[in-house]
C-alpha cells in the first residue's frame, strides 16, 4: 500500500471527521455548516499535518484534531472570504451566502472557527498548539485584508504581493506542518523547518492558484473564474506581465470587463508569447525546490512530504 | 475610596488596555478595529470579570487578560452583528459596515476574536479559561443564530425566547464570571455559582435591554431604536404583551412599519395600561434576586458583586 492509497484513506477519514463535527445546533447553523464540509475538497492542510507527523514518526492519530481544526479554519476563511469577494459558486457548488443569505455565512462561518477551535482544545499538545493556531488566525485576516486593498490600486510591488499571500496562504500551509511536527513531540528547530517548507510550498501553492486562474477553464477549478480577474486582482504572472507591457495587460482587462471571453484570450495569448507562462511555472518550480531544501539535513522521513510536493506542482486544479 | 470609584478607575484602565490591543496591522484592519475600542461603552463583562476576581480574594492583575479578552469577544459579536441586523448607528456612532463596508466590518471582526483569543493565551490559566471561552464563543453564535430565525416567525414560546438570550447575552456574562473566579484559582463548585449569577444577571440584563428598547428613545440608548420594532423581534416585553392581547400588539407593529412614532406611542400606551410595563420591572427585579441568591452561603466577598447588580438593575440605558 504505498503513499497515494495512504492519501486517499486519510482525506476520507478527515471526511468523516469533518461530517461529525457538529451534530447539534439551530437549523440556519447547522445546514451551512453541512453543506460547506459535505464538498469536495483537497484537504492539503490537514494532509499536510498527518503526513508531516508521520515524517517525524508520529502517526495520523497524534495529529488528528489538529488536521480537522485546520480544515475548519481553512473553510471558516473561505466562507468569509467569498462573502467580501461576493464569489458565488465556489468547488463547482454555490457558495454559502449565495445559497442561503450573507448573514447566515457570517455566523455559520463563525461558528465553524469556534468548532476549530474546539478541535485545538481537544488535541493532546493545547498549550503548544493553541498560540500557533491563534497567530495562523490573525495571519490569515491579515492577509485578506491586504488583499482587499490591493484590489483598489494599480499596481503593487513584487515585495508585497509575496507578503501578502504569505500572510493569506502560505502561514496557514506552514501552520499545517508545524502543528504536525509539535503533535509528535518533534524539538523546536526542525519543527520550525518543517514550517518554513510548509510556508515555501504555500507560496508556490498561491501562486500556482493565480496561474489556474488565467489558465484554466473555470469548470476545471470549480469555482467563478472571472471574479478574480473583474475585480482588477493584480497577483504574480499579472505582475510579472505588467513588467513586460503595462499597457498590454491593462488594455486586456478593459477588455474582459466587456466580453470575459475576448479579454481573457488576449491575455493568455500575450503571456505566452512573451515567455511569462514559462517563466512562472519555471519560478512555481524554484520555490517547491526550495521547500523541498528546508527538509534536507534533518532528522525525519521526507519521502511523502517529497511525494506531496510533487503533487502540488503537478495539479491542474 | 468606594466602589464607584473603583468602577470608573477599573473602566479607565479596561479602556487604556483596549487601546493598545493592534498597534500594527493593515488598515483596512487597524482602522476599524481602533474605531470600535475607542467607542465608549459599558465594559459590564470585563468589569464582572474584576470584581468577580475581587469578590474571590484576588486582584485585577489576576483576571485582566481575560477581562479584555471578554470585551473584544463581545465587540466582535457587536460588530458581525450589526452587519446581519442591518443596524446604522450603535453607541451613538455610525457602526463598522455602515462607516466603511461590510467587507471590512466583517474581517475586523475576525480579526478582533483572534486578539480576544491571543489574550487568553496570555492569561495565567489558558488551560482552564480557552475551553471555557470558545464555548462562549459558539454559544453567542447559536444565541444569535436563533435570534435571526425567531424574526422569520409571527409567535415565540417563552422557553425558546429564554433560551435564546441566555445563549446570545447570559452565556457570556456568565462567562465573565466563571472566568474571574478561575483566573483567582477559585474552586470549581463555586466558580459555578458564579457563573450562574452571570448567567441570570446576563438574563435579566437582556430582558431590561428589549424593556428600554421600547421605553427609552433612541437618544438615551445610542442605537437605531427602530430596527427591533421593524425587524418585528420578538421579545420578552412583547411575548408579555402579545399573551395579554395578540391583535393589538400586531396592529401597533403595523402602524409602526409606517408611522415609526405613532406605532410606538400606541405600543408603549398598550403596555403601561395594561399593567405589562410594571409586571416586567418586577420580573427583571425577580431574576436580578434569583441571580443574587447564588451568593449566599459561598465563601467569597459579595458586596461588590451585590451592588454591581443594583447598577444593572437600575440602568436607564
Same mark, same amino acid.
Given at each position: 500500500?504505498?503513499? +497515494?492509497?495512504?492519501?486517499?484513506?486519510?482525506?476520507? +477519514?478527515?471526511?468523516?471527521?469533518?461530517?461529525? =463535527?457538529?451534530?447539534?445546533?439551530?437549523?440556519?447553523?447547522? #445546514?451551512?455548516?453541512?453543506?460547506?464540509?459535505?464538498?469536495?475538497?483537497?484537504?492539503?492542510?490537514?494532509?499536510?499535518?498527518?503526513?508531516?507527523?508521520?515524517?517525524?514518526?508520529?502517526?495520523?492519530? #497524534?495529529?488528528?484534531?489538529?488536521?480537522?481544526?485546520? +480544515?475548519?479554519?481553512?473553510?471558516?476563511?473561505?466562507?468569509?472570504?467569498?462573502?467580501?469577494?461576493? @464569489?458565488?459558486?465556489?468547488?463547482?457548488? %454555490?457558495?454559502?451566502?449565495?445559497?442561503?443569505?450573507?448573514? =447566515?455565512?457570517?455566523?455559520?462561518?463563525?461558528?465553524?472557527?469556534?468548532?476549530?477551535?474546539?478541535?485545538?482544545?481537544?488535541?493532546?499538545?493545547?498549550?503548544?498548539?493553541?498560540?500557533?493556531?491563534?497567530?495562523?488566525?490573525?495571519?490569515?485576516?491579515?492577509?485578506?485584508?491586504? @488583499?482587499?486593498?490591493?484590489?483598489?490600486?494599480?499596481?503593487?510591488?513584487?515585495?508585497?504581493?509575496?507578503?501578502?499571500?504569505? /500572510?493569506?496562504?502560505?502561514?496557514?500551509?506552514? /501552520?499545517?506542518?508545524?502543528?504536525?511536527?509539535?503533535?509528535?513531540?518533534?524539538?523546536?528547530?526542525?519543527?520550525?523547518?518543517?514550517? @518554513?517548507?510548509?510556508?515555501?510550498?504555500?507560496?508556490?501553492?498561491?501562486?500556482?492558484?493565480?496561474?489556474?486562474?488565467?489558465?484554466?477553464?473555470?469548470?476545471?477549478?470549480?469555482?467563478?473564474?472571472?471574479?478574480?480577474?473583474?475585480?482588477?486582482?493584480?497577483?504574480?504572472?499579472?505582475? %510579472?506581465?505588467?513588467?513586460? #507591457?503595462? +499597457?498590454?495587460?491593462?488594455?486586456?482587462?478593459?477588455?474582459?470587463?466587456?466580453?470575459?471571453?475576448?479579454?481573457?484570450?488576449?491575455?493568455?495569448?500575450?503571456?505566452?508569447?512573451?515567455?511569462?507562462? #514559462?517563466?512562472? =511555472?519555471?519560478?512555481?518550480?524554484?520555490?517547491?525546490?526550495?521547500?523541498?531544501?528546508?527538509?534536507?539535513? =534533518?532528522?525525519?522521513?521526507? %519521502?511523502?512530504?517529497?511525494?506531496?510536493?510533487?503533487?502540488?506542482?503537478?495539479?491542474?486544479?
Amino acid at each position: 500500500m504505498g503513499i +497515494e492509497h495512504d492519501i486517499i484513506s486519510y482525506r476520507e +477519514e478527515i471526511n468523516i471527521g469533518l461530517k461529525n =463535527i457538529y451534530p447539534v445546533g439551530p437549523k440556519s447553523l447547522k #445546514d451551512p455548516i453541512d453543506y460547506v464540509l459535505n464538498a469536495s475538497g483537497k484537504r492539503i492542510r490537514p494532509l499536510l499535518a498527518i503526513l508531516t507527523a508521520k515524517a517525524c514518526g508520529g502517526s495520523k492519530h #497524534d495529529v488528528f484534531s489538529e488536521a480537522l481544526a485546520l +480544515e475548519l479554519l481553512h473553510n471558516f476563511t473561505l466562507i468569509h472570504d467569498d462573502i467580501m469577494d461576493e @464569489d458565488l459558486v465556489r468547488r463547482g457548488r %454555490k457558495t454559502v451566502h449565495n445559497k442561503w443569505d450573507e448573514g =447566515i455565512a457570517l455566523l455559520a462561518g463563525d461558528a465553524m472557527l469556534s468548532l476549530a477551535l474546539k478541535m485545538i482544545n481537544k488535541s493532546n499538545q493545547p498549550l503548544k498548539q493553541m498560540p500557533i493556531f491563534i497567530n495562523g488566525l490573525l495571519a490569515v485576516c491579515e492577509g485578506q485584508a491586504l @488583499d482587499k486593498e490591493f484590489e483598489k490600486v494599480n499596481y503593487i510591488s513584487l515585495k508585497n504581493y509575496l507578503n501578502m499571500i504569505d /500572510l493569506k496562504t502560505g502561514y496557514m500551509i506552514g /501552520l499545517s506542518c508545524h502543528m504536525g511536527a509539535l503533535a509528535t513531540g518533534m524539538n523546536n528547530s526542525i519543527a520550525l523547518k518543517l514550517r @518554513d517548507y510548509g510556508r515555501l510550498l504555500g507560496r508556490a501553492f498561491q501562486i500556482q492558484d493565480d496561474y489556474l486562474e488565467i489558465f484554466s477553464d473555470s469548470v476545471v477549478m470549480g469555482k467563478s473564474l472571472q471574479s478574480d480577474i473583474l475585480l482588477g486582482k493584480i497577483t504574480f504572472i499579472i505582475i %510579472k506581465a505588467m513588467e513586460k #507591457d503595462l +499597457e498590454k495587460i491593462n488594455n486586456g482587462i478593459k477588455i474582459a470587463k466587456i466580453d470575459f471571453t475576448k479579454g481573457i484570450k488576449y491575455i493568455r495569448n500575450f503571456i505566452i508569447s512573451s515567455g511569462i507562462k #514559462d517563466m512562472v =511555472i519555471n519560478e512555481i518550480d524554484n520555490i517547491i525546490k526550495s521547500a523541498d531544501s528546508k527538509l534536507e539535513n =534533518i532528522n525525519i522521513k521526507r %519521502k511523502k512530504l517529497l511525494y506531496f510536493s510533487n503533487l502540488i506542482k503537478d495539479r491542474k486544479k
